[in-house]
């Protein structure tokens, strides 16, 4: 259909294609030109030909020279004249190009604007209101110039200042032996024999833990469904999380899996269950890493309470009892085995951009919960369900979340699910913490409920808080896809009618193609790393990694200079992230290594019948 | 006056054209419209004649007579309340029945044609020009009914006079008829309007093809400089009311203006030439021209034009008086192809009834499903799904085109440029989503082509609402336009002429305004205006074209 003056402008470089018969003799306008966001489905029908086709801006204004039917596209042998491309600011997503500020065009004199065009033809005029009405705004330029890329934002006030500092002290371990007392004898953990018992009289619902060690020698055994992947830290002294000092051992991780009595795997919509070495995409920040030993424990669950918030949550309790008792001994070990140290200030930078990281975590009960700020890094003890929180939003600093504020209980979609140790070593939040070029405000963590009007009822409050932090940009994260793809788009939606720029992130592909949207949702990043686009029940596969979150920041940045994101595909086209991985590299002059995907794994049987020929 | 019962029957001719890209030759028959009036006929009635209460704008109106009364051609039964206009007896007999609805008159069993001095003439004397008007009980006899009197009695400021000649309806021809039969009469009724209405200027629309007509009315004109002929394509629509504004004075109007708003009356034709008779004669409406089509036995599908058929009587006997229904049929439609709807029999025929056209049966369709795109300037959606049923289709989708606009909310769509198709393709593609295999369509000749440019190719097949009465008639389906919708080639000295803007051929219209958005009331007659608020809090002004432009902006 003809489309607006407004809309042509924002399709200047679209082609020019004619919605009706137009007659020779025509001069092309607006009122024209078939909508450009309809051409994928008209060039698959066959209905339309692009080859040679001039853009809007080129057509528009030209005239006819020979008459022609609807959906024939304007090439340069109908016009008269080829109009001169104008320059625009269509750059690709990621570009972070310091663009040319524009310069003022408009003369402002108290609070009065005038225009006088003596003749003219075709001519449009935008008049942003800030400028119109701004009597008396501040800044008069620096306000709307005011230019992030390239570092040379002004800091005139204040300058950078560090709000809190986290330091990490690791502890290497060779070797997990089972012994007569939780100890770490210089690099060997030694877990007490007979703990499993103690563990599971804990918790009603947990009929049975089985303990074991998996050593790299060993990854190809039988695992039932992973819940959970954790660092083993702990704090020193009284430190909170997030300041202080944190003790975390290396090449270790805890791994909890498990089923109910009569063997139905803890998980809903797929599972990791199989061979741990065809089912861990090894080295993702949710996953072990390919060497870490793997102290697995395996519960079985009271039958049917799989589903029932109760049952995941005490297979947790029963877990974090054991390790408890090696946080302990963490705390005993002797400093002089500290290996390497690590410092994460949290820095503010007023005068830059400010940004604020909004990750939706699940929040629907049982395997979809969350448990928040517990007194140890990834423990239980004082930590709060975000269901019991409502899953409104809950403002961390982003120190909070590397020392792991965010117990996991999590089971939807293993590729694409974030464990409790994702958190802990998130990149978005890395590469936010460590960007110079941005006011990192915080990150808001914000649940995912079940039903519709709750997930409007949160976005609204994601909204709020994010116009009280006053941000300018916002990366708004999900896990999963699907039902949570509704309140996700919910948020991005609230952030953007602030007029806050923001950049989604989540598994989309294929399958997670966005279910719904909003005008607000033009930025986005899709966190997919599998070769067919879908949830391919590896663990951890699909889930943000560094080459994402650097995407996201440049996308974001380009999004808060003014700078045009280019509209998606319509079909999910790997190639969209290479080529904006590629630009950044070149750009940069930093490489980006992408992560390895299920191709490097060994194929399991599963795979092979589910998903080879997808 | 002449009792011969004689009916004028227009045979068409049918001329064979081959195509030469195909092997195969079609036969495509254009119905030839002479322009042949003056038709005098006997009407055999069938039971009582039917005066409706209803039968212009407004509110019914009320009886003046009651049962048993004696009327006369011409004598006043029933007066409006509020906006409305006066109904005359179309025939001499008894008050028999008055109902919510109509009054029943019996009568004699055949009736003829009225002349204009039967009837008896009404009270106001002659000079008082809209006193006459308004006692004749004028509407609209286009089809809209809006009542003329009220119309011309807003003043104009030295405005126009459009005389809507365009006949856009495709088979009718009764217009064309009185423009060669009436030409001085129908003058003279412009200038009466132009009088009534304070208008310097009369403006009479007639499509390019009617060489006939438009030699009638130039030669009617013939030392008058106040009234022009304007030249339209041969496209559909163009008789809108917004439509002809647009050709003639360059000013395409919202659809929430009226033609005031562009210091303009749009009138009919036959209305120019009925207020005429009203103010020479004092003759009230009793009668009205009508032309009858299709399925009529000895008409050899053929038009047959009543110059002048006793408002009230039966669709039946009408259709009898014409030769009778030949065979089985499918509906009988009243009005023209495009915005006719489907009649009854014992319906009976009103101030704006201007076609009676009787259908071949439709096809069986056998339960497809069928996408409807409904457009303000043909069938509504409620005839849509009628004549869907009729083919026994199964609706599975309704669009609306994008320039279908619903501006008072009461379900009656006004096109936002008549004619100037916005683009199909978005509506196609939801229709084939739908899982139609049919599309089943009312647009207007540029819109139907743009279905064209992509339903095919969706796989879609491409019925047009009119597809069943153009088809009974032998003429060929609306599908492609191939016509120019522009007026080309040389026009009469002293015509004006709906000329492509860009040509420089004498006669064109200039294009004084592209008004969108705008409130009623505004003066549209001015050469420009257009401003548009965004959303997003920002002022967009969109200037087609102009010159010494000013615009300030002020707290």
Same mark, same amino acid.
Request: net charge neutral; glycine share 10%; aromatic share 4%.
């Given at each position: ?63 006819? @020279? ?53 003749? +003219? ?22 306000? =709307? ?6 570092? =040379? ?92 000092? @944190? ?30 070495? %065809? ?102 003890? +004082? ?47 890395? %590469? ?99 070769? =067919? ?82 | ?10 045979? #068409? ?31 055999? *009635? ?14 019914? &109106? ?18 409006? $309340?509020?906006?409305?206009? !006066? ?80 006949? &856009? ?8 008829? $009185? ?88 009138? !009919? ?19 009205? #021209? ?42 009988? *439609? ?28 439709? #096809? ?12 303000? &300037? ?36 006004? &096109? ?83 000329? !492509? ?55």
């Amino acid at each position: 259909m003809s489309i607006s003056a407004e809309y042509a402008q924002e399709h200047i470089n679209d082609p020019a294609v004619l919605c009706c018969r137009r007659e020779a003799g025509t001069t092309l306008s607006h009122h024209d030109f078939e909508d450009p966001a309809i051409f994928d489905d008209l060039v698959s029908s066959g209905l339309l030909k692009l080859d040679g086709a001039l853009t809007i801006g080129q057509a528009m204004g030209s005239t006819l @020279t020979k008459t022609l039917d609807s959906l024939n596209a304007i090439t340069k042998d109908c016009v008269d004249k080829v109009q001169e491309a104008k320059a625009s600011a269509a750059a690709t997503p990621a570009a972070p190009t310091a663009s040319a500020s524009v310069g003022n065009t408009t003369t402002v004199s108290g609070g009065k604007l005038k225009i006088h065009i003596g003749e +003219g033809k075709g001519i449009d005029l935008e008049i942003p209101m800030g400028i119109a009405a701004g009597a008396g705004a501040a800044a008069p330029s620096g306000a =709307a110039a005011g230019a992030v890329a390239g570092g =040379a934002a002004s800091s005139a006030a204040g300058g950078e200042k560090v709000v809190r500092t986290l330091t990490r002290k690791h502890f290497n371990i060779t070797e997990v032996k089972r012994g007569d007392k939780t100890k770490i004898d210089g690099t060997t953990l030694y877990i007490r024999k007979g703990i499993e018992k103690e563990a599971v009289d804990t918790q009603e619902l947990v009929h049975d833990l089985k303990l074991d060690i998996i050593t790299k020698d060993n990854y190809h055994v039988y695992s039932e469904t992973i819940m959970d992947t954790q660092p083993i830290a702990t704090k020193e002294g009284d430190a909170e999380l997030g300041t202080g000092v @944190t003790r975390v051992l290396d090449n270790v991780v805890m791994m909890l899996t498990g089923t109910t009595d009569e063997g139905v795997q803890i998980g809903e919509f797929g599972s990791s269950e199989g061979y741990l070495d %065809e089912n861990v995409m090894w080295n993702r920040p949710s996953c072990p890493d390919h060497g870490d030993i793997i102290i697995r424990g395996t519960v079985k669950i009271e039958n049917k309470k799989n589903m029932e918030r109760p049952g995941p949550l005490a297979a947790h309790k029963a877990f974090d009892v054991i390790t408890q008792e090696i946080r302990l001994a963490l705390k005993e070990l002797d400093e002089k085995y500290c290996v390497s140290t690590e410092e994460f200030k949290q820095v503010r930078r007023p005068g830059k951009k400010k940004v604020a990281l909004v990750k939706e975590i699940m929040g629907q009960g049982a395997m979809h919960d969350n448990l928040i700020l517990p007194v140890e890094p990834v423990g239980i003890l +004082g930590a709060h369900p975000n269901v019991d929180l409502c899953n409104v939003p809950v403002v961390c600093s982003p120190l909070e979340v590397l020392d792991g504020c965010i117990h996991a209980l999590t089971c939807i979609g293993p590729a694409s699910k974030e464990q409790s140790r994702h958190y802990w070593r998130e990149p978005m939040v890395l %590469e936010m913490l460590f960007d110079e070029e941005i006011d990192f405000a915080g990150v808001i963590f914000v649940g995912s409920p079940q039903i519709n009007s709750e997930k409007f009822y949160v976005s609204r409050r994601v909204g709020m808080t994010c116009e009280a932090m006053d941000c300018d940009g916002a990366i708004v994260t999900t896990e999963g896809f699907g039902n949570n793809h509704v309140d996700f788009v919910s948020h991005i939606e609230q952030i953007g009618m602030r007029g806050i720029k923001v950049v989604g992130m989540s598994f989309c592909a294929k399958q997670g193609a966005l279910v719904v949207g909003n005008k607000y949702v033009t930025a986005m990043v899709d966190n997919n790393k599998s070769e =067919a686009g879908i949830e391919n029940e590896i663990l951890g596969n699909n889930t943000l990694c560094p080459e994402d979150a650097v995407r996201a920041i440049l996308m974001l940045k380009a999004e808060m200079t003014g700078e045009a994101i280019k509209k998606p595909e319509k079909e999910w086209n790997p190639n969209v992230k290479s080529q904006n991985i590629e630009l950044i590299s070149s750009v940069t002059g930093k490489p980006v290594e992408l992560v390895k995907n299920e191709k490097s794994l060994p194929m399991s049987e599963k795979y092979k019948k589910k998903y080879a020929n997808a | 006056m002449a009792k011969k019962s004689v009916v004028s029957k227009v045979k #068409k001719s049918s001329v064979k054209a081959t195509k030469t890209t195909t092997k195969a030759s079609t036969k495509a028959k254009t119905g030839t419209k002479k322009t042949v009036d003056g038709t005098t006929a006997k009407f055999k *009635i069938s039971g009582d004649v039917q005066l409706l209460l209803k039968q212009h704008v407004g509110k019914p &109106c009320v009886p003046c007579v009651k049962k048993g009364d004696k009327v006369s051609i011409g004598t006043l039964i029933a007066k409006p $309340q509020g906006l409305g206009a !006066n109904i005359h007896s179309s025939v001499k007999g008894v008050v028999s029945k008055i109902t919510d609805t109509a009054i029943f008159i019996k009568t004699d069993k055949v009736l003829s044609t009225i002349g204009p001095n039967d009837a008896i003439p009404v009270s106001a004397k002659k000079d008082d020009l809209l006193g006459r008007v308004t006692e004749a009980g004028v509407v609209g006899m286009g089809g809209a009914g809006f009542p003329t009197a009220v119309k011309l009695s807003t003043k104009l400021n030295d405005g126009y006079i459009l005389v809507n000649a365009a006949e &856009c309806e495709p088979i009718l021809a009764h217009n064309m008829a $009185q423009l060669v039969r009436f030409p001085k009469e129908t003058v003279k009724g412009i200038q009466y309007a132009m009088k009534i209405a304070n208008a310097k200027q009369g403006i009479i629309a007639i499509k390019q093809k009617h060489s006939h007509e438009i030699e009638s009315v130039l030669k009617a004109l013939k030392g008058i400089d106040n009234i022009r002929v304007h030249l339209l394509p041969d496209i559909y629509p163009m008789g809108e009311e917004r439509a002809i504004i647009r050709e003639t004075l360059g000013i395409l109007l919202p659809v929430t203006a009226l033609p005031s708003d562009a210091n303009a009356h749009v009138i !009919n034709v036959e209305t120019v030439l009925r207020l005429y008779e009203a103010i020479e004669y004092g003759r009230p409406i009793v009668s009205k #021209k009508i032309t009858v089509s299709g399925k009529i036995k000895g008409s050899d599908n053929g038009v047959i034009v009543f110059s002048d058929v006793p408002i009230g009587i039966k669709v039946r006997d009408l259709i009898a008086a014409a030769g009778g229904i030949d065979g089985d049929y499918g509906e009988i *439609i009243m009005g023209g192809p495009f915005m006719g709807r489907p009649c009854k029999l014992d319906d009976p025929i009103t101030k704006t009834t201007g076609g009676i056209i009787v259908t071949e049966p439709f #096809k069986d369709y056998k339960g497809a499903k069928v996408g409807l795109l409904v457009c303000a &300037c043909g069938a509504n959606e409620d005839r849509l799904k009628d004549i869907a049923k009729k083919y026994n289709m199964n609706v599975v989708d309704v669009e609306y085109c994008k320039q279908a606009q619903d501006p008072k909310g009461n379900g009656v769509y006004k &096109c936002e440029n008549p004619g100037n198709c916005p683009g199909q393709a978005l509506k196609c593609m939801n229709i084939k989503k739908a899982g139609a295999t049919e599309i089943l369509i009312s647009n207007c000749s540029d819109c139907t082509n743009t279905v064209m440019g992509s339903a095919p190719g969706l796989g879609l097949n491409v019925h047009h609402s009119t597809d069943h009465i153009f088809e009974t008639v032998g003429m060929p389906v609306q599908r492609h336009l191939t016509k120019s919708k522009f007026v080309e080639g040389p026009i009469p000295e002293g015509c004006t002429a709906s000329r !492509n803007p860009e040509s420089n051929e004498p006669g064109g219209i200039k294009q004084r305004a592209h008004a969108e958005g705008g409130s009623k009331g505004a003066d549209y007659s001015k050469p420009y205006q257009f401003r548009e608020n965004t959303p997003d809090g920002e002022l967009l002004i969109s200037i087609e074209s102009g010159s010494d432009i000013s615009i300030k902006y002020e707290d």
